[in-house]
């Protein structure tokens, strides 16, 4: 079992970063379903949204939502997921979960993913 844990949510006025980390010990890149992690996020009322994803070798793709704002990078050491948020609105206000697990089709489809996080908080003040 994969075990993801989220962490780096919080409170920002708009316009504002965070920084969003996803550690996942133990996990490691050796096949095809574990090629890939990403990063979504719901919120209420609302269908989980995929934002980012990347392979294992470096390739990223992102929603047309957060490109250029967000970024996506993780540290293979560490076995740690990141997201940089930049120039925050109040639409990004939701929680952020992360995914592992890859199991094929669309990057950023919550379906194709196996594992996921607890989430972790967002709020963005206007």
């Known amino acids: 079992q994969v075990q993801l844990v989220e962490s780096g949510g919080g409170s920002v006025q708009a316009g504002g970063s965070l920084r969003l980390s996803c550690a996942a010990p133990?996990?490691?890149?050796?096949?095809?379903?574990?090629?890939?992690m990403g990063w979504f996020r719901q919120a209420p009322g609302k269908e989980r949204e995929g934002l980012a994803a990347i392979h294992s070798a470096g390739s990223t793709r992102y929603a047309d939502s957060v490109k250029g704002r967000f970024t996506i990078s993780k540290d293979n050491a560490k076995n740690t997921l990141f997201l940089q948020m930049n120039s925050l609105k109040p639409e990004d206000t939701a929680m952020y979960y992360c995914?592992?697990?890859?199991?094929?089709?669309?990057?950023?489809?919550?379906?194709?993913?196996?594992?996921w996080g607890q989430g972790t908080q967002v709020t963005v003040s206007s």
């Open positions: 995914a592992a697990g890859f199991s094929g089709g669309n990057l950023l489809a919550p379906v194709g993913y196996n594992y």
């Open positions: 133990g996990y490691t890149y050796s096949s095809y379903s574990s090629s890939y």
